[in-house]
């Protein structure tokens, strides 16, 4: 699985970097990135909970 942010959607509101903040982080441009695309088995439920509670539909999860 990786994970994808789609910057053009993206508003910085942080919430993903709140629940998976070993994959997700804000850059420079205050928007979020993913800074470890790949998902582990560790982190594959908040990756996934990301996803969802993101306000634009900003992040993909592809597998």
Do not use: H, Y
């Not at 982080?25 to 439920?45: F, M, P, V, Y």
Request: glycine content about 4%.
């Amino acid at each position: 699985m990786k994970a994808k942010v789609n910057k053009d959607a993206c508003i910085g509101c942080g919430s993903c970097t709140v629940i998976a903040s070993d994959v997700f982080e804000i850059d420079e441009d205050g928007l979020a990135i993913a800074k470890s695309e790949n998902i582990t088995e560790n982190n594959k439920e908040e990756v996934i909970d990301a996803s969802e509670s993101c306000p634009t539909s900003a992040i993909e999860v592809e597998e």
